[in-house]
């Protein structure tokens, strides 16, 4: 079993961020993807078939591909059009524009992180221009381009991974949607369905628990490393309590997207503590994080406990979730409540009935 | 009012994209989560990095539990704290 490490940056403290797995690859086309530039050419050159093999693989790992090309914008339908490109090229961008916006626009349709983006580029000169700009992507050469690098190359592939260039298709439908729909982005929330299934995990489940606690940063209560094995413990333990949240609208499936580590009635207390609590990014802007809170606060007080304890370490990237605590009544814990290791302290929240509801996001219970 | 409250609550209707004046109105110990100025997570994060860039006083590094996020006063009273005004260095 690994020891416990921090992967958290402490707030206010500077250092390198450690590099996260890729969860897109941007092609660069000419000379990249095919041979030669497609627009000097009378018809549409053949892909590399190295490079479709090369993005089969990696969509078998969780990673999309997409691209980017300096070229006329017109060549896009015919992008959108190919037999062998259309359906392995989630949100080309074909323009004349610097790749580093391209890029940018492809992590905010995909919505993923910058550094979550790998580009691939035969030109020197792009490649300049997008690690200056966006220092966080991995930029490689096509002879860099190697399938066993360790960003690509996740230990584990859960089936949420495998989906995920699914859900990316279904997240660009989506977005496509919000923008033609003529309201409020909270009405459209309400008019896309919604639904937030709540219950608690299973074996099966374990893995993409797991993969929550390793991969998100922004909700993520403590940063802490827990090893498949040991969730797995806490599954099957009485002592202890693993919801999952699986969150679903009429455009799709966004998976299992929330769950937190739950000690029951630690120390003897008549309180609930959640070790650990996370919430992945594709879910967040959508009040999911408070639903989840408040269900966890409702069952807890369901349980006999009078108040949460969260486990919280600061970090540079969890002040989102820190502010969310605050504004739903946490406060620092009494010390006698318990004493938390170095950098993380210990909040609290009374358990009196008033716990946070999002009226308008549909909750499904599953029984136990 | 302090000069250090009227900082603060500028800052406020900044992140809130509120009208000043409205913000300049309401009492000191207004909440400044739920209630009539409702800071969420995203425009905490503003407000924050307001009060770190115009104060120098970094309340997302020192104040670990977000204390001093209570309401309009207590935020006031941990930035006057620890501002240390151009004029005193």
């Known amino acids: 079993m690994r020891p416990v490490r921090w992967r958290h940056v402490p707030a206010g403290g500077a250092g390198a961020m450690t590099r996260c797995l890729v969860k897109c690859v941007v092609w660069d086309l000419d000379d990249t993807v095919w041979p030669g530039v497609a627009i000097e050419q009378d018809a549409m050159p053949a892909p590399y078939p190295e490079v479709l093999r090369a993005m089969d693989i990696l969509a078998g790992r969780g990673i999309v591909s997409s691209a980017a090309s300096r070229t006329d914008p017109s060549l896009a339908a015919a992008v959108a059009g190919h037999p062998e490109l259309a359906e392995r090229l989630v949100a080309p961008q074909l323009g004349w524009g610097p790749k580093s916006e391209a890029l940018l626009r492809i992590a905010d349709e995909l919505g993923i992180a910058v550094d979550a983006l790998a580009f691939v580029d035969d030109s020197a000169f792009e490649r300049g221009e997008v690690a200056a700009v966006l220092p966080e992507v991995l930029v490689l050469a096509p002879d860099e381009m190697r399938l066993d690098r360790p960003e690509f190359t996740p230990a584990v592939v859960t089936d949420d991974a495998k989906a995920r260039p699914r859900r990316y298709r279904e997240e660009q439908r989506r977005r496509a949607a919000e923008q033609e729909y003529a309201g409020s982005r909270e009405a459209f929330l309400r008019a896309s369905g919604l639904e937030l299934t709540l219950g608690p995990a299973r074996p099966a489940d374990v893995p993409r628990v797991a993969e929550l606690a390793e991969r998100t940063h922004r909700f993520n209560t403590t940063g802490e490393a827990w090893p498949a094995d040991r969730i797995a413990e806490l599954v099957d333990d009485p002592g202890w309590f693993v919801p999952v949240g699986r969150l679903r609208d009429r455009y799709g499936d966004y998976g299992l997207i929330s769950t937190a580590l739950v000690e029951r009635h630690p120390r003897g207390l008549p309180a609930w503590q959640p070790r650990l609590f996370m919430v992945s990014c594709r879910a967040t802007g959508r009040d999911v994080p408070r639903a989840v809170l408040g269900w966890v606060m409702r069952r807890a007080r369901a349980d006999g406990a009078r108040q949460l304890l969260v486990d919280l370490r600061p970090s540079n990237a969890n002040l989102e979730l820190r502010l969310l605590l605050r504004g739903n009544g946490f406060t620092a814990a009494d010390p006698s409540a318990g004493s938390p290791p170095a950098g993380t302290v210990l909040l609290a929240r009374p358990l009196d009935g008033d716990e946070p509801t999002v009226p308008w996001l549909r909750l499904i219970e599953e029984a136990a | ?89």
Request: proline letters at 4%; aromatic letters at 6%; zero cysteines.
């Open chain 2, 1 to 89: 009012m302090s000069e250090v409250e009227a900082g603060i609550r500028e800052l406020l209707a900044a992140a809130l994209g509120r009208d000043p004046a409205e913000i300049a109105a309401l009492p000191a110990d207004t909440p400044l989560f739920n209630g009539p100025l409702g800071v969420g997570s995203l425009t905490g994060v503003r407000l924050l990095a307001g009060v770190k860039d115009r104060y120098g006083v970094d309340v997302v590094a020192e104040d670990l539990t977000l204390e001093s996020l209570a309401s309009i006063a207590t935020l006031t009273r941990y930035v006057a704290d620890r501002y240390v005004a151009d004029r005193y260095r």
